[in-house]
């Protein structure tokens, strides 16, 4: 099992910026990829970015790449999300995973959750 607590979400005005962070524990070792995600209200649970954890290739969603950065401390077992120019379409509950197998967008390939942190930017 491999647990996952995200930090660092909260309320920002449009144009500005947040890190989010997620901490793993548990049988890391395991893990080849982890992945950010984010889901707002009505909608399904959109696919932001990844990276992996040994050699640190990362995706993004393509419209998020400009303003998105993934990376990860590997000493700490974290992996973070810089956020920045927010704009209020970014408000959305954002959940850390981690898949076993493969660097994937497809929430399905991740088996192991956060509890996720919310964000809001307001306008």
């Known amino acids: 099992q491999v647990q996952l607590v995200e930090s660092g979400g909260g309320l920002v005005q449009a144009g500005g910026s947040l890190r989010l962070s997620c901490a793993s524990s548990?049988?890391?070792?395991?893990?080849?990829?982890m992945g950010w995600f984010r889901q707002s209200p009505g909608k399904e649970r959109d696919f932001v970015s990844s990276i992996t954890w040994a050699g640190g290739d990362t995706i993004y969603e393509y419209s998020l790449k400009d303003r998105f950065t993934i990376s990860r401390d590997k000493a700490k077992n974290t992996v973070y999300l810089q956020m920045n120019s927010l704009k209020p379409e970014d408000t959305a509950v954002y959940y850390c995973?981690?898949?076993?197998?493969?660097?994937?967008?497809?929430?399905?390939?991740?088996?192991?959750w956060g509890q996720g942190t919310q964000v809001t930017v307001s306008a």
């Open positions: 995973a981690a898949a076993l197998h493969v660097a994937t967008t497809k929430a399905s390939q991740y088996p192991y």
């Open positions: 548990g049988r890391t070792f395991g893990v080849f990829a």
